[in-house]
DNA sequence: CTTAATACCAAACGACCGTTTGTTTTTTCT
DNA sequence: AGAAAAAACAAACGGTCGTTTGGTATTAAG
């Protein structure tokens, strides 16, 4: 990023961080594409070209979302998590939080799942490994539960399938994300058989 | 899309068929604002601006594929279905002839999960009610199965986005598609307690 | 108070975008 | 064979894109 190596603190009116606040906006909202420098300078007060002081390139400014994205939902899934009593209940909390930082909390969490790494082949490697970093969090927690192995992978995917989907079709005035979060993995944890109950 | 009224049947040697498949696959690829009209004419041997007397504009020629996308996969999906014996069959084949259009049969199929219609704001109306069109049969499907009706929503929600989330890890060298779709319908059929079944 | 790095502005660069316009080729139908 | 419609070409239009370059306030540090 810094092509030099920086010789003094940055400055207190920096607006780096500013930047990356509205960006995360633009693109989780109309996507990254959608999206231009012109479009970022404009929701900051700024010049497009001075956001080049900051980022090298529009990919490398998405990256920067993408990672601050996970940073942001890993911290808050691994504090609720911490809090939770038995494996089950811990996923659960994963759940919730998760969902709540996509769908109400976080433009950077929303970023992550709406941005596809293969939109931008540029980045993609990178934005793949970020994605998969904060998944293998999933990983453990499900491995947690004592499924017979063949079952793990598939749970995980169609837990985190179900929980990015949402939203798509989330709306703020339904239901709760802790709520969608919970319905969801009961998906999971009662049989859809043929019984009435 | 045509201005006038056709006074003679189409030629022999139509390209539209062409420049529509040209189109789907390389959307469903590099998604919708990373393929250009010249890239589609690359494609396709022809000059941009000749893609403009078959269709009206770049959104119009996404709709056009949204629309073959969903009258295809809905075609599939509807002949796996008549097939089933009970409602439980009937769900897994449809669930296996969505999977099987999503990852590897049908490029349009592909364009209508990847483009999100809020991606293409002027033709998002459309591009929705395209979807909703074609995932009642999932509702209906599942209304089959006599659940309790507080789970059928999240029945359907949680089966679709874990079904549609398998085009972000599919890879040509893993599992089937049909395999993957019993797997994830199985995730949902069998308890995810914590007993090692 | 000077100095030098920081953080921006102002203006443009070439490339590419979706689209339009006028013309020409090709095909079908009489 | 001739006329008319269909389907393409050729060439540009204005606009926007990501980005670069050179200059200028502003600010922290000595």
Redesign the pocket.
């Given at each position: 990023m810094a092509a030099?190596a920086?010789?003094?603190?940055?400055?207190?009116?920096?607006?780096?961080q500013h930047l990356l606040d509205a960006a995360a906006g633009l693109i989780c909202q109309r996507g990254y594409h959608a999206t231009?420098?012109?479009?970022i300078g404009r929701a900051t007060?700024?010049?497009?070209?001075?956001i080049?002081?900051?980022f090298g390139?529009?990919?490398e400014l998405l990256i920067a979302i993408y990672a601050e994205g996970v940073r942001r939902i890993a911290e808050r899934v691994d504090g609720a998590v911490a809090r939770g009593a038995d494996p089950m209940k811990r996923l659960e909390a994963a759940c919730v939080a998760h969902l709540e930082m996509l769908l109400t909390d976080s433009d950077y969490a929303r970023v992550v799942v709406r941005v596809l790494p293969e939109d931008v082949p540029a980045a993609s490697t990178r934005l793949t490994a970020l994605r998969d970093d904060y998944e293998e969090r999933f990983r453990k927690l499900i491995a947690a539960l004592a499924l017979p192995r063949g079952r793990r992978r598939y749970a995980r995917l169609t837990l985190l399938g179900a929980l990015n989907g949402a939203q798509t079709w989330y709306r703020p005035d339904g239901d709760s994300p802790a709520h969608i979060a919970r319905r969801v993995l009961g998906c999971l944890r009662e049989p859809l058989g043929v019984e009435t109950q």
């Amino acid at each position: 990023m810094a092509a030099t190596a920086p010789t003094r603190a940055p400055r207190q009116d920096n607006r780096r961080q500013h930047l990356l606040d509205a960006a995360a906006g633009l693109i989780c909202q109309r996507g990254y594409h959608a999206t231009s420098m012109r479009d970022i300078g404009r929701a900051t007060d700024m010049l497009p070209g001075s956001i080049y002081y900051h980022f090298g390139s529009k990919e490398e400014l998405l990256i920067a979302i993408y990672a601050e994205g996970v940073r942001r939902i890993a911290e808050r899934v691994d504090g609720a998590v911490a809090r939770g009593a038995d494996p089950m209940k811990r996923l659960e909390a994963a759940c919730v939080a998760h969902l709540e930082m996509l769908l109400t909390d976080s433009d950077y969490a929303r970023v992550v799942v709406r941005v596809l790494p293969e939109d931008v082949p540029a980045a993609s490697t990178r934005l793949t490994a970020l994605r998969d970093d904060y998944e293998e969090r999933f990983r453990k927690l499900i491995a947690a539960l004592a499924l017979p192995r063949g079952r793990r992978r598939y749970a995980r995917l169609t837990l985190l399938g179900a929980l990015n989907g949402a939203q798509t079709w989330y709306r703020p005035d339904g239901d709760s994300p802790a709520h969608i979060a919970r319905r969801v993995l009961g998906c999971l944890r009662e049989p859809l058989g043929v019984e009435t109950q």
